[in-house]
C-alpha cells in the first residue's frame, strides 16, 4: 500500500488514480491524522499539494511521526515545500508564479527521472517555493524560475517536485510516478480486479458469517449491479436486492434490469411496482427540489417497508423450522466508491464538516444494520473492469449515469403520466440514435427534456400546438464541468424527424448548446 497524505489539493484524487493504474493499491488519507493509528505499514507516502502556503499560520502540516517511517517519501508542490519546510529549508512567497507548462532540467542522475532525458515537459502550479535548500538535500531538476524543481535525500529516501506528475500535461508524470512508487518504493503491481474480486468475496463471507442476511436497493445502473452481482456470489439468496419502480425510470428499464439480474446475474430480487404511489404524490409538483424531496423520501418509505416484509418472512421461517441456513437481515449493501470515500476523508481545512454518506435513513436506524460496501475502494473505472470480468453486458458496464429522480427532473414543470411517457419515448429514440451512430461511448451523458412549453407548428394541412423535447449531450470527467457535445448536423436531423414523427404530443425538438457551468447537465 502506498499512503498519499492530502493537503486539500484539488488534484489529490488524481494521484490516486495514477498510483492505482500502476497497478499499487494505494489509500488517501488526511495530511494531519496521526501516524500511530495507521492499520496498515506503508511502502511509500506521498505528500500532495494544497491551496495553502506552508509558512502561513494555520497551514496543514503533517504528523512528525512521518518521517520516522523509514519508508520513501514523495512531496508533490506544497508536499516538497512541507518537506522543505520541515528539514531546516525556507519557503517564500514567490514574485513569479507558476502556472502552466514548463520545462525542466534534470542536473543529477536521480532513480526518480530514470528513463526520461534531460530535459521534461511538466505542469507547474505555484505561487510559492523553495529559497534555500532543507538540509543534507541536493537539487535534481530545476527551471529558469524554480531553482529547486526537483531535490532529494536519497539516504532519508525524502524526495520533492515542484510540479504536478498527476495531471496529463506532464507527459511523462507517469514514468516518474511509477520510478517512485515500483522503483524506489519497491510496492508490487499486484492491484487488479481479478483479485479484487476473489478477495473481496472472500471478505463478504467472513464478515457476514454463515447465518446473516444483507439487503440491498438497485437501480439497474452499473454500481449498484456490481456490488449486488460480488454480493449474491460470496452468500447466493441471502442476499436481497430490491428494485422500486418509482414510474420514472426510462422505458422499458425496469423488465431489462429485473432480466438481467435474475436471469443472466441470479440475484435474489424483488421488484416492487410502486409507479402510482410515487406518480400519485407528485401530482400537481413542479418545484425540482419538492420533486427530489418525494421521490427520495418514498423511496426510503416504500424500500424500508420491504425489508420489514423480508424480515417478517423470515422470522415465520425461523419459527417454523424452515429457514435452513438463514439467519436475520443484518446488513445494508451500499454502492459507495472511492470518490465518495475520498470526499469524506480528504483535508479541508479547520473549517470544515465532513460530508456524510447518505444512505437509507430509517431502515438503517430502525433495524441497527450494518453497512456493507464492497466498491468502497474502486474508482468508477475499475468497477467497469471487474463489471467485463464478471460478464456483465458492455451496456451496462458503459451506460450513462441516470439520476436517482429520473424521468421526473426531466419533464419540466408538473410530472404526469402521460408527459412521463413523451419524455420516454423521445429518450429512447435519442439514444437509439446515438448508439447507431457509434457515439455513445464518447459522449458522457445524453439524454432527452420534456420542455413545459408549447409551440405551433404545422402537420399536413392542419396547425399543431404541442410541446417541445430538448436534447442534451455531454462530455465531462468529473460531471462537475461539462462540454456540450457538437452532435454531427445528420445525426441530429434524423432524431428530430424520428421523435417529431414518432412521439406524439411534440412538434419541436432542440439542441441545447449550454456548457456547465453557468448551466447543469440536468434541466431541473
Ligand atoms: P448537474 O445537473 O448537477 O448533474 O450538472 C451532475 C450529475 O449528477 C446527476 N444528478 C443527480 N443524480 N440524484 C442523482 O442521483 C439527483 O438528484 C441528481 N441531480 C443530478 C446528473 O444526472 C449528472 O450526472
Known amino acids: 500500500t502506498i499512503l498519499i497524505l492530502d493537503f486539500g489539493s484539488q488534484l489529490t484524487h488524481l494521484i490516486a488514480r495514477r498510483v492505482r493504474e500502476l497497478g499499487v493499491y494505494c489509500e488517501l488519507l488526511a495530511c494531519n491524522i496521526n501516524i500511530t493509528d495507521l492499520k ?50 525556507a519557503v517564500e512567497c514567490h514574485d513569479k508564479k507558476e502556472f502552466g507548462h514548463a520545462d ?40 529558469d524560475t524554480a531553482p529547486f524543481a526537483a531535490v532529494e535525500n536519497v539516504t532519508e529516501k525524502i524526495y520533492g517536485i515542484q510540479f504536478h506528475p498527476e495531471v496529463t500535461h506532464t507527459a511523462l508524470g507517469k514514468v516518474l510516478l511509477k520510478n517512485f512508487v515500483v522503483g524506489i518504493c519497491g510496492a508490487k503491481g499486484n492491484w487488479t480486479m481479478e483479485s479484487f474480486v476473489d478477495k473481496e468475496i472472500e471478505r463478504i463471507r467472513v ?6 442476511q444483507v439487503i440491498g436497493a438497485v437501480s439497474g445502473g452499473v454500481d449498484s ?56 404524490r407528485l401530482k400537481g409538483v413542479s418545484d425540482p427540489e419538492k420533486k427530489r424531496k418525494i421521490i427520495g423520501n418514498t423511496f426510503i418509505e ?82 467497469r473492469a471487474i463489471g467485463t470480468l464478471m460478464n456483465i453486458d458492455e451496456e451496462l458496464v458503459w451506460r450513462h449515469p441516470f439520476p436517482g429522480p429520473g424521468i421526473a427532473i426531466r419533464v419540466l414543470g408538473e410530472v404526469t403520466p402521460t408527459q412521463v411517457e413523451i419524455a420516454r419515448k423521445a429518450d429512447y429514440i435519442y439514444i437509439e440514435e446515438i448508439r447507431k451512430a457509434g457515439l455513445y461511448r ?7 427534456a420534456l420542455l413545459p412549453v408549447k409551440a405551433v407548428g404545422v402537420m399536413g394541412d392542419a396547425r399543431t400546438y404541442e410541446q ?32 417529431i414523427n414518432e412521439v406524439r404530443g411534440v412538434n419541436r425538438v432542440v439542441y441545447d448548446i449550454s456548457s456547465k457551468p453557468p448551466a447543469t447537465i440536468e434541466w431541473e
Open 104 to 143: 525542466i532540467k534534470i542536473v543529477e542522475e536521480s532513480k526518480l527521472f530514470e528513463g526520461i532525458s534531460t530535459s521534461m515537459q511538466v505542469w507547474m502550479s505555484h505561487g510559492d517555493q523553495i529559497t534555500k535548500l532543507p538540509t543534507d538535500f541536493r537539487v535534481v531538476a530545476n527551471t
Open 302 to 383: 416504500v424500500f424500508e417497508k420491504e425489508g420489514e416484509r423480508i424480515e417478517l418472512e423470515i422470522e415465520e421461517d425461523i419459527k417454523k423450522g424452515t429457514s435452513g441456513n438463514r439467519g436475520k437481515i443484518e446488513f445494508l449493501l451500499q454502492g459507495t466508491l472511492y470518490p465518495d470515500v475520498i470526499e469524506s476523508v480528504s483535508f479541508k481545512g479547520p473549517s470544515a464538516t465532513i460530508k456524510t454518506h447518505h444512505n437509507v435513513g430509517g431502515l438503517l436506524e430502525n433495524m441497527k444494520l450494518k453497512l456493507i460496501e464492497p466498491l468502497r475502494e474502486l474508482f468508477k473505472d475499475e468497477v
Open 40 to 89: 496498515f505499514k506503508p511502502k511509500g507516502v506521498i505528500l500532495s499539494g494544497s491551496p495553502y502556503s506552508v509558512y502561513e499560520k494555520g497551514s496543514p502540516h503533517v504528523d512528525p511521526e512521518v518521517w520516522k517511517l523509514n519508508v520513501p517519501i514523495l512531496g508533490i508542490c506544497y508536499g516538497l515545500q512541507e518537506i522543505a519546510f520541515t528539514h531546516g529549508g
Open 442 to 448: 464518447q459522449i458522457s451523458q445524453a439524454y432527452a
Open 207 to 212: 464478515m457476514v458469517g454463515p447465518t446473516a
Open 225 to 280: 449491479t456490481i456490488a449486488a452481482s460480488i454480493m449474491s456470489k460470496a452468500i447466493g439468496s441471502r442476499f436481497h436486492a430490491v428494485l422500486v419502480d418509482n414510474g420514472v425510470m426510462r422505458l422499458n428499464e425496469c423488465n431489462e434490469v429485473k432480466k438481467r439480474l435474475t436471469e443472466k446475474l441470479g440475484i435474489n430480487l424483488t421488484v416492487i411496482d410502486a409507479a402510482d404511489l410515487f406518480l400519485g
Open 468 to 499: 417541445v423535447i430538448a436534447l442534451r449531450a455531454v462530455t465531462t470527467t468529473d460531471f462537475m464541468t461539462a462540454d456540450w457535445f457538437p452532435m454531427p448536423y445528420e445525426i441530429l436531423k434524423k432524431i428530430s424527424n424520428r421523435i
